[in-house]
């Protein structure tokens, strides 16, 4: 079955500094989706993406954040300068297309801001 | 704004014994849908409910969207080990259907 992969497992980074996690979402899927979890909590929704542009965003998608597609297969997220509280597990996700469809998971980024 | 609640936060039972976790919500839901993540694990899609009192069953899951579609459930029958983790509840609303998660029960299973 195809899944969507995310790289790195695990990134560890210093405050103030970039990071770009990576994805690659299920081929034949449109929508593309990044969600964040902090330790213990709930899952919560950054951002969607679809044609090549941003959907919508939540109020947590601030300026530091980004989002791009840069080649057919690939989706990534930048945090541009790093804050202890970006400290997370962050989710890549797709759907086939718009509706209530059902959202593939990847395993997950773990983001530790030190 | 909606609010909406999943209870319990946490639940223990025996392996054998039956589970409910519960998603009620002030405004009326378009759809529901549930995750399941393993300790460690990411989310995995469980079902969709759309239909005001719709019942579906997967083994000895079975999941319920209530007839004013404001609140659902999911029952596990006889629970077993493989069955640990949380359970979300979760709809899509906006242009993309991005996904709000409930708060999520965490079910343990005691050997």
């Known amino acids: 079955e195809p899944e969507v992969t995310q790289t790195p497992s695990h990134q560890v980074t210093q405050m103030g500094q970039e990071v770009i996690l990576r994805c690659v979402p299920i081929?034949?899927?449109?929508?593309f989706y990044w969600y964040r979890q902090i330790l213990g909590q709930k899952v919560e929704f950054l951002v969607s993406?679809?044609?090549?542009?941003?959907?919508?965003k939540s109020e947590i998608f601030d300026d530091q954040f980004s989002v791009e597609r840069p080649d057919g297969s690939n989706f990534t997220l930048k945090i541009r300068s790093t804050k202890l509280e970006d400290s997370a597990m962050y989710f890549c996700?797709?759907?086939?297309?718009?509706?209530?469809?059902?959202?593939?998971f990847g395993d997950g980024t773990r983001l530790s801001i030190l | 704004g909606q609010q909406v609640m999943q209870i319990p936060q946490y639940q223990h039972v025996q392996e054998g014994e039956d589970f409910t976790t519960y998603c009620n919500s002030s405004?009326?839901?378009?759809?529901i849908q549930w995750y399941k993540q393993r300790p460690g694990g990411h989310p995995v899609f469980l079902i969709q409910?759309?239909?005001?009192?719709e019942v579906k069953k997967q083994k000895r899951l079975t999941f319920q969207f209530g007839e004013a579609k404001k609140n659902s459930s999911l029952h596990i029958t006889a629970t077993q080990t493989t069955d640990v983790g949380t359970y979300f509840c979760?709809?899509?609303?906006?242009?993309?259907?991005?996904?709000?998660f409930g708060s999520g029960t965490q079910l343990t299973v005691l050997p």
């Open positions: 996700a797709s759907s086939e297309q718009r509706g209530n469809q059902p959202q593939h």
């Open positions: 081929s034949n899927h449109l929508y």
């Open positions: 993406f679809y044609n090549n542009e941003i959907s919508e």
């Open positions: 405004t009326t839901l378009s759809n």
């Open positions: 409910l759309v239909k005001s009192g």
């Open positions: 979760a709809w899509s609303s906006g242009s993309a259907r991005q996904l709000t």
